[in-house]
């Protein structure tokens, strides 16, 4: 049995978690002078200093704000909506059916705001690596610096790069992640950099996709066990005898595709 | 860039995913002599030897058997159900929202068949820990047995005893896990284990379990940002012109709570 | 204010709802001499005749089984399935878009089983009219039985024709319904016979004919307000204590498509 | 077979609905002089009379309006919105459910803003009757003065009364409807006006109401068939090569229990 002792006593240039309530949620660098500013008042860095995580700072008006660790869901606010993003039931979700395990090497594209990238980095861990891809490169240089800051530059490597038309010598991935708008014109590339048996996860918003691709992985013959996933997510307001789910709720976000490649002869 | 030139030649004692259609895909290891029947035909284990993962061989009716390796959602057949599971959607959305990467430590109860320590076994990798817990001490001999043949004895260490009353000195883990009908009377233990900050997910059938666990976590003070989920999945009959969602779905398995332990003064 | 005094003894020739469980209810017509025969044990009909609405009898083996008047749910037990039918998730929203009231006409295609063609029926009442079309001769003999044994002779007029090719001189209905596989090839009858501003409710079970349909519609010019849904039932098990929604659920059924038309110059 | 040769020439005092987009589709009654406004331009109502139904007219900036009948989709909109309102999707499968036919007499309480009052009036036609009941005064005139617009007049009553506590003599109703906060509170009540056989229908947002309505349904002992339903309804974005569900989608508005009443000895 184990008995944590460590002491996490936050320090400038922690990145912290400051929770105030379910829509004032802060990532942030903590800085030598430092200010958070809210609607709620703010916080001088400072002050969060020397604190342990789970305890609470007030804002300048006397409200409290717990200091939390990042964990990953916190991570994913810092990165910059360059794109639309892949939300957290689709990315658990394609990640569990990739069978990644911590020091896997996958192939990711396009890799857009990076929601999957960092995903992906914090799944397959410091021994892994994450192959990523996209034909634009605003996004990469944004996503890099993200992906910097976190330390995460030795476990992710980014190319402004087609993934349809991929030169580059790359082959024995342990996953393939796609969301791009043509997957279909990306079958050949993906079945050469997969290890043979592992599996390719897709990701498209539209049925006419979903259709188009999968047609393409049973016409090229070297995939097999070929399935389409939707999820829907609801959220429930929890009060003790008003019990119900909420009103609003995202309606659709996009639809998975999941294959596995064999050696066809 | 990487190119993985491993050759990865089956061998006796590998475990190795058989697949012939969706239906009829088996796990097992691979033993000198041993047979696997199948109602298209059966197949010598010796066949399969020497083969490359993705590469076919023929049952004894000459339907082709794809030869995979065994990734996660694979390993799941390994496990004897000895109660009600939990579905991947469920698991994968549970490990997501609990930030764990390579290495984390967590703490899990009741373990029932197993799906979920399999499933964080794989996640925080070698160098991570699953402390798992059940009353049931059959149960836990039937999954460790399941578990030592995956290799996974040391990363997972399980425990016939009752989360409500923990005795053992046990703290500092990074996401507690809880499949237990009363969530509510593990709160004390589940705050006490965790590392401050970090979360508890807990999984519970009815909306009723929902409600009161909801409330206890409320009341005990020590937990922020409660949320309760619940996740709806559809399979898609994709063919050319005719793209449906299938007639029948699972319509309910669980709702998922998740909170986060702070320090209450 | 209203006391009805109208006493309801059941008599020979009634069509009545026999309810033993949610599993064991029939719907028949009373006979001398007749005979329910039920897993549960048999009743005589003439033990039913004589009894109000409401009372319950016993079956031979003493299990109580309650006689009701028979309502539109209840009524769709008697239809033979000749094909596929519509569920009334689907049959309500389509009847409560049409927006038809008593003495309404309309046209429906094709009629197939006849679940909507009764409901219709029932909903347009003995001066309304549901003119109903099916290619297939058979299917129209026996929904023109179970309408004739209902007493709907009137109100109902069957037609062994195909809607995509009508000859017959029909025009200024309330409401269209078409349930055929190819509606885009409908779309200039279906023009014809509305009367303008009125709908066509379409109801197609893959994403592509819904596609092809309001693309259609669209291209046609003489609809607006095209819109597309899909509804989902879910049903609950409720106790004291432990409600949740059935673990089973139909995932799909259809879509549904609505448009209104218009006089287009 | 039916011609219709009826001409629908639009003349004053007739109720109609102008559609320009989704958005902006009006129900307004035409009077002489009249004007519509509309961020698109103005319309005289002048204007519209004497076309026909399913004809256009230009809006003072060019813009086509289409004149339709005003169909009961429509007409919900001249009612205003006092409380919180039942959507159609729970509407229809409510009125689906009760079997309610031409000249059906019902009861429905609450009937808050008249969303369910409206369209019962409609499917029940001129012979048949609504009971409404409500507690609030102002709710009920408001209510009132729309359904008189649309010549409801003789086929609603309203009433300022607790359903709870219903004193007047009224009994032998084909059906019940309840959208009230306590229905378990209300049972007697129902059972007593209801006809033997013929079913109750409630309306409850959370999953605590529900339970406790069906527990008190099991435990008066004078309904069966009790079941709980919850609907879903997705919107769809179609267009060609492009068709997927609306992003928002409504996750919750309330639950439908539904049962019959017989008569316990």
Not at 38 to 62: L, M, P, Q
Not at 196 to 215: R, S
Not at 232 to 242: C, H, M, P
Request: with cysteine.
């Amino acid at each position: 049995m184990m008995t944590d002792t460590r002491t996490d006593r936050i320090t400038y240039g922690d990145i912290v978690s400051v929770y105030i309530d379910d829509k004032r949620n802060f990532v942030i660098r903590l800085v030598r002078g430092g200010i958070l500013g809210t609607d709620k008042g703010f916080i001088k860095h400072d002050h969060i200093v020397g604190k342990n995580y789970g305890e609470a700072v007030r804002t300048s008006r006397g409200i409290k704000a717990y200091i939390l660790p990042p964990i990953l869901v916190d991570k994913l606010k810092l990165l910059r909506r360059t794109t639309q993003v892949i939300y957290p039931k689709d990315l658990s979700f394609m990640i569990y059916l990739s069978g990644i395990t911590p020091g896997s090497h996958v192939v990711e594209a396009g890799v857009g705001t990076g929601f999957l990238t960092l995903s992906l980095a914090s799944f397959v861990g410091p021994r892994g690596k994450v192959y990523g891809f996209d034909i634009n490169e605003k996004r990469i240089k944004i996503l890099e610096e993200a992906l910097s800051f976190l330390g995460y530059d030795d476990r992710v490597e980014l190319w402004v790069a087609d993934i349809r038309r991929l030169q580059i010598d790359l082959s024995g991935v342990d996953a393939v992640f796609l969301d791009i708008p043509d997957p279909w014109n990306a079958i050949q590339t993906i079945h050469r950099v997969l290890k043979p048996g592992f599996p390719a996860i897709i990701y498209v918003p539209t049925v006419n996709q979903v259709e188009k691709t999968v047609v393409a992985l049973r016409e090229h013959g070297g995939f097999i066990s070929i399935h389409t996933y939707e999820l829907l997510l609801r959220e429930y307001d929890v009060s003790k005898g008003a019990t119900r789910p909420q009103t609003l709720m995202i309606g659709h976000t996009g639809y998975i595709v999941y294959a596995r490649k064999v050696i066809c002869k």
